[in-house]
């Protein structure tokens, strides 16, 4: 179900093309890829020790998401005019976004936590399912989350400024409406 993570990827790619959105497709799965190694480790030990650290990564990310959205509010259209292969920052930093995006929702952690050992067989090696559940989430994740990328990258030299606009205002209160969703949710799982 597209969230965050998906609107990030497809207004990245819509203003710098599919490759800035392929960069957050990167930084989610390794967001991802932590994710399901804190699963294997034990996710129980974990929260007990960080618990209260996941209260403030929502509040962080959630606060990030707002302010994202507010950006995408504000602009006045013209990344219509901004030529696709020209990205806006780095790869670097396009790929640490998504990281940050795909951790700013410790949702998915608890998500992992709960579907996952459902189908993890207590008589094998529990850390090894885990890992190879969990990779075969992120191996769909990655497909669905590059093909929006390059839609949204090709679909991007389409629009014009007035659609363009009408793009970012709608994805930018879902990204406002996402942050103060989490903002105002009281748990975390």
């Known amino acids: 179900m597209p969230g965050p993570s998906v609107t990030v990827i497809i207004a990245n790619s819509l203003r710098s093309g599919s490759r800035a959105?392929?960069?957050?497709?990167?930084?989610?799965q390794a967001g991802l890829f932590t994710m399901i190694a804190i699963l294997a480790v034990g996710l129980n030990t974990?929260?007990?020790?960080?618990?209260?650290a996941?209260?403030?990564l929502k509040i962080a990310g959630a606060l990030y998401l707002i302010w994202l959205g507010i950006r995408m509010w504000r602009s006045d259209g013209a990344l219509g005019e901004v030529h696709p292969a020209v990205p806006v920052r780095s790869a670097q930093g396009y790929f640490w976004q998504g990281f940050i995006i795909?951790?700013?929702?410790?949702?998915?952690?608890?998500?992992?936590?709960a579907f996952i050992p459902q189908f993890v067989s207590t008589a094998g090696h529990p850390a090894?399912?885990?890992v190879l559940l969990g990779l075969t989430f992120a191996v769909v994740a990655t497909v669905?989350?590059?093909?929006?990328?390059?839609?949204?990258?090709?679909?991007?030299?389409?629009?014009?400024r007035r659609?363009?606009?009408?793009?970012?205002?709608?994805?930018?209160?879902?990204l406002i409406g996402g942050g103060l969703w989490m903002l105002?949710?009281?748990r975390i799982g």
């Open 21 to 28: 959105g392929l960069m957050n497709v990167a930084g989610t």
């Open 102 to 113: 795909i951790w700013s929702n410790p949702k998915a952690l608890f998500l992992f936590g």
């Open 54 to 56: 996941f209260v403030y």
């Open 144 to 160: 669905f989350d590059s093909l929006y990328a390059f839609a949204a990258g090709h679909t991007g030299g389409w629009l014009n």
């Open 46 to 52: 974990v929260v007990a020790l960080v618990g209260e």
């Open 163 to 174: 659609n363009i606009r009408l793009v970012e205002r709608i994805s930018g209160s879902c």
């Open 128 to 130: 090894l399912q885990t």
């Open 184 to 186: 105002a949710s009281r």
